[in-house]
């Protein structure tokens, strides 16, 4: 992802562009992209600021709200794959990915390693 352009920048840009209309010229003149002169012109004028909204963060796990019955699957069923339990999330009208349901389970201390017999 790239870095952000400084709020000075910004400013000077929207200010340019407020003056002369042209777009294409103000991004040549400032040497940043068109678009990004249309889109801070945008934000300033319906925020009065030209500083950037927030990049990323915290994403609320998905499975959470499922965990009793994630839970109560892996204490019923032994063999129980990451994939099976994928599958029958899915039936309950759950749709996620193996990965998702992978670091679902790591992150609780679960594991599906599978083990030999007698050991």
């Known amino acids: 992802m790239t870095k952000t352009y400084s709020n000075d920048l910004r400013e000077r840009v929207v ?3 407020l003056k002369s209309g ?3 010229a103000v991004g040549a003149q400032f040497g940043v992209a068109a678009s990004s002169v249309v889109k801070w012109t945008k934000r ?18 998905v499975l959470e709200p499922h965990r ?10 032994s063999h129980l794959t990451s994939r099976g339990l994928r599958d029958e999330l899915g ?3 759950i749709k996620v990915s193996h990965d998702t349901v992978w670091r ?6 679960l594991s599906f390693k599978k083990k030999p017999d007698g050991n």
Do not use: W, Y
Request: hydrophobic letters at 35%; glycine letters at 12%.
């Open 15 to 17: 200010l340019a562009m």
């Open 22 to 24: 042209n777009c294409r």
């Open 44 to 61: 300033f004028r319906e925020t009065a600021s030209v500083a950037p909204g927030q990049r990323g963060g915290h994403r609320k796990p």
């Open 68 to 77: 009793d019955f994630i839970l109560a699957r892996i204490e019923e069923t």
């Open 91 to 93: 039936e309950r009208g």
């Open 104 to 109: 679902f389970l790591q992150s609780n201390g």
